[in-house]
């Protein structure tokens, strides 16, 4: 059976947004929905894999969804929804909890990254992360998924739990009369100029919510004016701009800085550098500021008048959960039967 095109994406309420989850995720949101059927997920079931203090939660879980609207997703368009409104999340996570292996997420570099010498007290859900997340993906039979570099061995498991239930339950899908191919071998969309953005600070280090120096990131709710001084005073060397893309591989804060001009501009670093090769940071960076302010500020604008206006945002995520619940639940159905649960 060949599995109509269908992209899930999601993102943590977790602190605040930045510049890298716009370029390497929300901003590829957009043209998608063009093409494919798109479910686009606040997931705060794996959000509170960490400690987090519910009414932050509840703040965060609004501004990730005012964030897909002022970068342009559609709720109409898209499924717009939090995870933890469609228990069929929980549901099938469970199952691959049990069709997963233990040392297939303890290979998990995030995980290894955010449990680090504390790995005995961490909560169990950060362990199962992986989990939950094949579950996000497939109970809606998503057929591509965009995201940044650093979900890319999340999504390789994602693949190999498809592939090990479709395996382990091979006898049963057939007794069922369902196609032996139940769950979709989604393909990652890791693509384009930006999907790695690295702080402004160190361009070894990748931009993040955990970085404690604000003035490594650009957050999605900064003004015109903090984004202009934080690209003016990002990290650079002293070198001009060079001619080629290869001339940028042993240059980690040009890289990345041409890399979000890329991204900002639809362009390709290529064509960046056609037009800035052999100039200083004197003339790059006022360019690179002018064109963030010019697609950032509008964005952060709209998300701010979002956020004022709760009863908006909870009716979307509410409109989203009942469509997403609908689909989730065609999946599970077929899911209990596979394993042999009485309803
Ligand atoms: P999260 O919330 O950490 O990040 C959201 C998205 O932003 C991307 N991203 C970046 N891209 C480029 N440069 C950066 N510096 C950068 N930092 C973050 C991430 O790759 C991601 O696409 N596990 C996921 C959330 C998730 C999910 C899913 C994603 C849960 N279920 C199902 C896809 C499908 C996460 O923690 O993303």
């Keep these: 059976m060949a ?8 993102i943590q309420p977790s602190g ?24 686009y997920c606040v997931v705060d079931m794996h959000a509170i894999t960490v400690w ?20 342009g997703v559609d709720p109409k368009r898209s499924i717009v ?54 579950a996000d993906i497939l109970l809606y039979k998503a057929t591509a998924v965009p995201v940044g570099d650093d979900q890319k061995q999340h999504l390789e498991l994602t693949r190999d739990i498809a592939a090990k239930f479709n395996n382990d339950y091979a006898a049963s899908i057939a007794e ?36 404690p120096s604000d003035q490594s990131r650009i957050s999605l709710l900064d003004d015109a004016d903090a984004i202009s ?12 701009l060079p001619l080629e893309v290869a001339d940028l591989k042993e240059r980690p804060e040009a890289d990345n800085l041409v890399g979000i001009y890329a ?17 200083g940071w004197g003339k790059f960076k006022p360019a690179l500021a002018d064109l963030a302010v010019a697609q950032l500020a509008p964005m952060a604008g709209e998300m701010r008048r979002l956020i004022d206006d709760p009863t908006t945002i909870d009716g979307i995520l509410r409109d989203g959960g009942e469509r997403a619940a609908a689909l989730a639940e065609k999946t599970m159905h077929d899911v209990r039967r596979i394993v042999g649960f009485i309803r």
């Design 263 to 279: 991204a900002l501009s639809d362009k390709t670093k290529a064509e960046v550098l056609a037009e800035f090769g052999g100039h």
């Design 52 to 71: 987090q203090e519910p009414n932050a939660l509840r703040r965060a879980t609004r501004e990730v969804a005012a964030a897909f609207i002022a970068a």
């Design 176 to 211: 069922q009369g369902l196609d032996p191919d139940f769950f979709p071998i989604t393909e990652p969309l890791i693509a384009g100029p930006a999907t790695r953005i690295m702080s402004l600070r160190d361009g070894t280090k990748k931009m993040s919510k955990s970085d």
């Design 81 to 134: 929804f939090n995870q933890s409104q469609v228990m069929q999340h929980a549901e099938l996570a469970w199952v691959f909890n049990c069709v997963a292996r233990i040392g297939w997420m303890n290979r998990m570099t995030q995980f290894k990254d955010k449990a680090g010498k504390n790995s005995e007290n961490v909560s169990l859900g950060l362990l199962a992360y992986p989990s939950l997340m094949a």
């Design 229 to 240: 001084k934080k690209i003016k005073k990002a990290t650079t060397d002293p070198a001009e």
């Design 16 to 39: 605040d947004l930045h510049l890298g989850n716009y370029l390497g995720a929300i901003r590829r949101f957009v043209p998608l929905q063009d093409t494919h059927e798109t479910l």
């Design 3 to 10: 599995f109509s095109p269908r992209v899930f994406s999601g």
